[in-house]
């Protein structure tokens, strides 16, 4: 008996404490997170915390506090949150970080530098721009649906993420691309419509080094932008045309779901010219063909070399953007930094990238037609 009792007593001094521990009671968790470009130089931060007030009897009910300061840093800013409101300040559960335009198109690390240092920071969180306008007005909105205006845009994110219109990168994954040399990134933007109560998915924008081009990849062509970054959601859909009749216009589309995609990048030295060839090949479905006969004999291949043919000139025009924002979203300059150093050392990326050649070849190949023919 005395040897369990020793036993036992030597293995609670291997047990951790809660000395760390942090109880909800006592802090104020911090959902959604907004930095706008205020007046004079300084940023105005806005915060959405909830606050569950319990029942004596079934669920309690919430209530959503909204508030907002300007401050010369966002930490300062954060302080003086503090003292407006009861409890503790904790950003340890954030789930989106939102940057006005305005602000955005300056360098935005000096924003995001509390965030990586402060350990109780959620570095999951995702980060969006908010497109004509702020992200005091977004996080403030009078929005229907969910209670929280944190679930409403994480929702709308996560959406984006499962369909391949955004890659999903949070604040962690986004931090070496703002911080290396060679490789830029795009984040989504938010516009909010119908009079205040909507807010939509409005496209990817593109970022060059650290701070927001004001150019942007539209929400239509999101999906294709995705792929030729080799990014795949739960589903990724097409809708292009790919013929002209003359009747109804309808019967000139195609929808085609993506069941595999295998992306190939190939970036060469041709004596210190830069060039990069990007292959694409995809195997569809056709989930929409209103003009039908899939029958006939030839159709599918005929479908799938105009396929291939409207989306290799999309790809042309998506990368023309890209060079356009100098956005180099695909890290073209990170491997020619890794496999030609030499070269690297005697370029100037920023006004390089912009004039290199960037190929892009889309092969479509149509495995199922649905149930019907």
Same mark, same amino acid.
């Given at each position: 008996?005395?040897?369990?009792?020793?036993?036992?007593?030597?293995?609670?001094?291997?047990?951790?404490?809660?000395?760390?521990?942090?109880?909800?009671?006592?802090?104020?968790?911090?959902?959604?997170?907004?930095?706008?470009?205020?007046?004079?130089?300084?940023?105005?931060?806005?915060?959405?915390?909830?606050?569950?007030?319990?029942?004596?009897?079934?669920?309690?009910?919430?209530?959503?506090?909204?508030?907002?300061?300007?401050?010369?840093?966002?930490? $300062?800013?954060?302080?003086?949150?503090?003292?407006?409101?009861?409890?503790?300040?904790?950003?340890?559960?954030?789930?989106?970080?939102?940057?006005?335009?305005? @602000?955005?198109?300056?360098?935005?690390?000096?924003?995001?530098?509390?965030?990586?240092?402060?350990?109780?920071?959620?570095?999951?969180?995702? @980060?969006?721009?908010?497109?004509?306008?702020?992200?005091?007005?977004?996080?403030?909105?009078?929005?229907?649906?969910?209670?929280?205006?944190?679930?409403?845009?994480?929702?709308?994110?996560?959406?984006?993420?499962?369909?391949?219109?955004?890659?999903?990168?949070?604040?962690?994954? @986004?931090?070496?691309?703002?911080?290396?040399?060679?490789?830029?990134?795009?984040?989504?933007?938010?516009?909010?419509?119908?009079?205040?109560?909507?807010?939509?998915?409005?496209?990817?924008?593109?970022? $060059?080094?650290?701070?927001?081009?004001?150019?942007?990849?539209?929400?239509?062509?999101?999906?294709?932008?995705?792929? @030729?970054?080799?990014?795949?959601?739960?589903?990724?859909?097409?809708?292009?045309?790919?013929?002209?009749?003359?009747?109804?216009?309808?019967?000139?589309?195609?929808?085609?779901?993506?069941?595999?995609?295998?992306?190939?990048?190939?970036?060469?030295?041709?004596?210190?010219?830069?060039?990069?060839?990007?292959?694409?090949?995809?195997?569809?479905?056709?989930?929409?063909?209103?003009?039908? $006969?899939?029958?006939?004999?030839?159709?599918?291949?005929?479908?799938?070399?105009?396929?291939?043919?409207?989306?290799?000139?999309?790809?042309?025009?998506?990368?023309?953007?890209?060079?356009?924002?100098?956005?180099?979203?695909?890290?073209?300059?990170?491997?020619?930094?890794?496999?030609?150093?030499?070269?690297?050392?005697?370029?100037?990326?920023?006004?390089?990238?912009?004039?290199?050649?960037?190929?892009?070849?889309?092969?479509?190949?149509?495995?199922?037609?649905?149930?019907?023919?």
């Amino acid at each position: 008996m005395k040897k369990c009792f020793l036993i036992c007593m030597v293995c609670t001094l291997f047990l951790t404490g809660c000395w760390d521990e942090k109880q909800f009671k006592n802090v104020k968790l911090v959902l959604s997170l907004g930095f706008d470009q205020g007046e004079d130089g300084e940023i105005i931060q806005t915060v959405s915390i909830p606050t569950v007030r319990r029942a004596s009897e079934g669920p309690g009910s919430e209530s959503l506090q909204i508030v907002s300061t300007s401050a010369n840093t966002p930490l $300062h800013a954060r302080d003086k949150i503090d003292r407006m409101i009861s409890e503790t300040y904790d950003p340890s559960k954030v789930k989106v970080v939102l940057l006005g335009e305005d @602000l955005a198109k300056k360098d935005v690390y000096p924003i995001l530098d509390d965030m990586y240092r402060n350990p109780r920071s959620n570095l999951n969180a995702y @980060l969006a721009v908010v497109e004509e306008g702020t992200a005091k007005d977004v996080i403030s909105m009078n929005h229907s649906g969910a209670t929280r205006i944190s679930n409403y845009i994480g929702g709308l994110l996560e959406a984006a993420v499962s369909s391949t219109h955004a890659t999903g990168e949070n604040l962690q994954l @986004l931090c070496a691309e703002l911080l290396e040399p060679g490789i830029d990134f795009s984040v989504p933007l938010l516009k909010i419509e119908d009079g205040g109560s909507l807010l939509t998915f409005n496209g990817m924008g593109l970022f $060059h080094e650290k701070a927001y081009t004001g150019e942007k990849i539209g929400a239509e062509q999101t999906t294709m932008y995705m792929l @030729l970054q080799g990014v795949k959601g739960r589903v990724a859909r097409l809708t292009e045309k790919i013929d002209d009749n003359g009747k109804d216009e309808i019967l000139d589309y195609v929808t085609v779901s993506i069941a595999e995609n295998d992306r190939k990048m190939k970036v060469e030295n041709q004596d210190g010219e830069i060039a990069a060839t990007i292959h694409l090949d995809l195997r569809v479905k056709i989930a929409e063909y209103p003009s039908d $006969h899939l029958y006939v004999k030839g159709r599918i291949e005929e479908i799938s070399k105009k396929l291939s043919e409207r989306l290799t000139e999309e790809s042309v025009d998506i990368i023309a953007q890209l060079q356009e924002a100098n956005s180099d979203v695909f890290g073209i300059g990170r491997r020619v930094k890794a496999y030609h150093p030499e070269v690297w050392k005697e370029l100037d990326w920023s006004e390089t990238y912009p004039e290199i050649s960037i190929t892009p070849k889309v092969e479509v190949e149509v495995i199922q037609h649905g149930i019907i023919n």
